[in-house]
């Protein structure tokens, strides 16, 4: 239980206040307790500050760490990381696709009568960079009637 200061003590301190500090000085003893009290609640609220100020640290610490944590299992970037592979795998097995059609077209040379040796696939020089198969989308032509001569 905590002592609690009501009325009657109040009374009981203030009359103890004037007669040991006199009536003419306890307004300024009023005033430096005051200013004591002041100073003790701006203390009071720096020191709440502080820990308001830690706390909001401590939140937005861990709101960028579950940030960065959806930004790296972010699933559209893992379906373009996962597109850019397959077409880099198409590319790949494009260009074989070519050489080995190059090679064959070389060793049918060969057994028709060409060179000794049978060429290898590092032989064969690529005489056309590789590009994309798909042709670009074209709209079709609309037809333009011709208007109709007037009578």
């Known amino acids: ?13 203030a009359v103890l206040a004037l007669i040991v500090v006199g009536p003419k000085d306890l307004p300024m003893m009023f005033r430096r307790v005051g200013r004591f009290v002041g100073q003790a609640r ?11 100020d830690m706390g909001r640290e ?29 077409t880099r795998d198409l590319a790949s097995l494009e260009h074989e696709t070519v050489v ?3 090679l064959a077209a070389a060793e049918k040379d060969h057994t028709s009568g060409g060179s000794k040796t049978p060429p290898s696939k590092d032989d064969l020089p690529l005489s056309e960079p590789l590009q994309p198969t798909v042709e670009p989308y ?6 333009t009637k011709k208007p109709a001569a007037e009578e």
């Open 138 to 143: 074209q709209s079709p032509k609309k037809k």
């Open 42 to 52: 701006q203390m009071a609220r720096d020191f709440q500050r502080s820990f308001d």
């Open 1 to 13: 239980m905590n002592p609690g200061i009501g009325a009657p003590e109040l009374i009981v301190l």
């Open 100 to 102: 080995e059609r190059k």
């Open 58 to 86: 401590a939140e937005m610490s861990e709101l960028r760490r579950e940030i960065e944590a959806l930004k790296s299992g972010n699933p559209v970037a893992k379906a373009k990381r996962d597109l850019d592979e397959v």
